[in-house]
């Protein structure tokens, strides 16, 4: 068994994992940060839950291997056991903001105003 094979496969899964929840929960703070569009929110959304998907299965196919590689000499100092715990703190954190999303109202959001338009108060 590899273990910085493996360990390199969690640390995959867990970057699909922390890009999910950041596309899932947080989509609306990063288009606010980088000013998007709707269009381009839309495509952010789709590009990042694509990259986790990719990310994660290949992270899982990479733990997969590593468990049926025979041992290095180098792996005797790696450590798995951090990777699984920030995996484990992920999911937990994930179903976290899903449990808390079902409690909060959805705000209406503010339309941008375009060139030329006031504001009235």
């Known amino acids: ?3 910085r094979t493996i360990r390199n496969g969690m640390r ?3 970057a699909a994992l922390l890009l999910i929840i950041v596309a899932s929960f947080y989509l609306g703070y990063v288009g606010d940060l980088l000013s ?3 269009m381009a929110e839309s495509r952010f959304y789709q590009s990042a839950i694509f990259l986790a998907a990719a990310l994660g299965g290949y992270g899982v196919v990479l733990a997969a291997f590593g468990c049926a590689l025979p041992s ?3 792996d005797a100092g790696a450590r798995v056991l951090p990777a699984f715990l920030m995996i484990s703190a992920a999911v937990f954190l994930f ?3 899903l449990a808390a999303s079902f409690d909060t ?3 209406p959001r503010q339309e941008r105003l375009r060139p030329g338009e006031t504001i009235t108060i």
């Open 72 to 74: 290095d000499k180098r």
């Open 12 to 14: 995959l899964v867990l």
């Open 36 to 38: 998007l569009s709707t």
């Open 95 to 97: 179903f976290y903001l």
């Open 1 to 3: 068994m590899r273990k």
């Open 105 to 107: 109202s959805p705000k």
